[in-house]
C-alpha cells in the first residue's frame, strides 16, 4: 500500500521561502508523476504544480516563477520550492498521487 508523507509547512513572513517534501513508501518504485494541490479555508482544492511521468511540469498561473517543483525517484520523495510567498499562498498543501493523498502541511504566510 503506497502512502505519501508532506513535511516542510510552517509559518513564514511573506517573501519568504519553504520547501515542502512529499515522500512515498509502499511499493512503488518511485515518485513518477504526481501533483500538489492546496486548499485554503473555505476555498476548493486548487492544482499548484504537476509532473509528467516524462517530466512535464506544469504551474496555475498564480505561482509561475515562485514555485518549482522536483522529484527524486531515487528517494521517492518530490519536492515544492516556494519563493517570494504571498499571504494568498496560506493554505494546506497536499501531494497526490495515482489518486492517493498525503495527510497535508500547512503553510501560513503572514503580512
Known amino acids: 500500500q503506497v502512502q505519501l508523507v508532506e513535511s516542510g509547512g510552517g509559518l513564514v513572513e511573506a517573501g519568504g521561502s519553504l520547501r515542502l517534501s512529499c515522500k512515498a513508501s509502499?511499493?512503488?518504485?518511485?515518485?513518477?508523476?504526481m501533483a500538489w494541490y492546496r486548499q485554503a479555508p473555505g476555498q476548493r482544492r486548487e492544482l499548484v504544480a504537476a509532473?509528467?511521468?516524462?517530466?512535464?511540469?506544469d504551474y496555475v498561473d498564480s505561482v509561475k516563477g515562485r514555485f518549482t517543483l522536483s522529484r527524486d525517484n531515487a528517494k521517492k520523495t518530490a519536492y515544492l520550492e516556494m519563493t517570494s510567498l504571498k499571504p494568498e499562498d496560506t493554505a494546506v498543501y497536499y501531494c497526490?498521487?495515482?489518486?492517493?493523498w498525503g495527510q497535508g502541511t500547512q503553510v501560513t504566510v503572514s503580512s
Open positions: 509532473i509528467t511521468v516524462g517530466g512535464r511540469i
Open positions: 509502499g511499493s512503488i518504485s518511485g515518485i513518477n508523476a
Open positions: 497526490m498521487r495515482s489518486g492517493i
